[in-house]
């Protein structure tokens, strides 16, 4: 069976485009002959849809798209993802569904037997799951119709399930011969290889071909990569789908040829994850440009970078905002960055007001030393600033934090915190340095000694993030061990850890909760990110430290 696999960019509610890339899909597909076209899980209504699936008028209208779908196939089949009413009540009202379109008509169709309430997931709070799923014979073959998570629960492979069931065991048991699956399954680093694997043991253990759809594009703060893929009945990679890109492949899953796994470096998938969120989120909200404060550090070098790429240099402001604490040095090295990127740059010192705000406060003030209520002013007193240039141009503000700060609140509410989206709060500090020097692999555009010169808010004289933090290789290693591993304090000393580096660390993340639930939304790229995905109740009193 020739088969073509369509990994397509949707946008959640956007009926006219999705059902235009899904035409095309269709169209191409039925050029190049195959026999059947696949497209993502959920791509009429795009994913993930939220309480829009709670609206009626949104669930109709998908299925509106649905019908139309229906009426244009012809000899080649079509395999869509789409919201379906639940039939079969009580129960939820709603179930994630695959349709099989053929010659004008709804061939058959399945319904999603596992869903994840977990991390960012919570399809369980809409949809029923299928209490069944038997295959779908089309054009001789028996097909075994899933979608994303019925996939990820092979004994064989993982060591601790988190379902009873095993819709692919059970497709399998009832005779189904090829498999596909419709995924939308969210990048994080680290994720390929697994997928890769669990989806090659798969087809190898079931003996049969399986035809692997995944969505690509930025919804939110999700990232998905595509890297759709076809094996054989061997578990051979026969066609792979590109990284962070739309693909079409036309693949035979019985008589393709072997190909290899495009690896890449870590730095590079992360680079190419937070561009496309980037790109997404801002086209898909209507927004052309953006504007960021340049600091001469290393977060809103990369932050800029990664802007520049995303939407291009001339649809990016940045911005530096000095005070009477911060170096020429970074003043150069920001003005340098904007030359090397070829975006515009403009210089508002924040002396002046710093200084009206404090002739103001001083009589409230009196008899009280400076403190971080001065250094929070300054940074409130640039948020003020920046704030005002997106309103008056229309552009989005990118707040420039990395994850370690954001971990330990490191940040400034209403200051350094302003912004519509936190394009780096997933990278810890560690690695931005390494996607840095990634970026600088060619040509130097960070400058040098924003990479090399030890970080700082500049908010006092001579001050440096070491003053009050631990280095951060100690600190984004008890961050990956508190917050992405969910490991103790105990386990974290064992692991070698200093104690008071890692009390003091705990003790800030969990204080820090209330800025995070403040925080703009931020792209996930991470197997545990602060936001959605991490949901800590802020007025409690259990504390790990």
Known sequence: MKIAVAQINTTVGDWAGNEGRIRAAYARGVAAGADLVV??????????????????????????????????????????GYVDWNRRMPGRNLANAVALLHEGRVLARRTKTLLPSYDVFDEDRYFEPAQENAPVRYLGRALGLTICEDLWNDEGFWQDRRYRRDPVADLVAAGADLLCNLSASPWHLGKNRVRHAMLASLAAKSRCPLVYCNLVGGNDELVFDGCSRVLTADGVLVARGRRFEEDFMVVDPDAGSAVKEDLGSDEEKLHGALVLGLRDYLGKCGVKSVVLGLSGGIDSALTACLAAEAVGADRVLGVSLPSEFSS????????????????????????????ALRRELAPLFAGRAEDVTEENLQARLRGVLLMALSNKLGALLLTTGNKSEMAVGYCTLYGDMCGGLAVISDLPKTMVYRV??????????????????????????????????????VLDGILEAYVVEGRSVAEILGLGFPEGFVRQVVGLIDQSEFKRRQAAPGLKVTSKAFGVGRRIPIAQRYREA
Do not use: C
């Not at 990634?438 to 993030?465: F, G, H, M, V």
């Open 39 to 80: 497209v993502p899980e959920l791509a009429i209504p795009g994913y993930p849809p939220r309480d829009l699936l709670l609206r009626r008028g949104f669930v109709e209208a998908n299925l509106a798209v649905l019908d139309r779908l229906r009426q244009a196939t012809g000899r080649t089949g079509l395999l869509v």
């Open 328 to 355: 020429a040095g970074s003043l150069e090295d920001a003005r340098l960055l904007a030359v090397n990127l070829g975006i515009r740059y403009a210089v508002l010192p924040i002396r002046a007001g710093f200084e």
């Open 436 to 473: 840095a020097r990634w970026i600088n692999r060619d040509r130097e555009i960070i400058p040098a000694a924003s990479i090399t010169k030890p970080p700082s808010a500049e908010l006092r004289p001579n001050q440096t993030d070491q003053d009050s933090l631990p280095p951060y290789d």
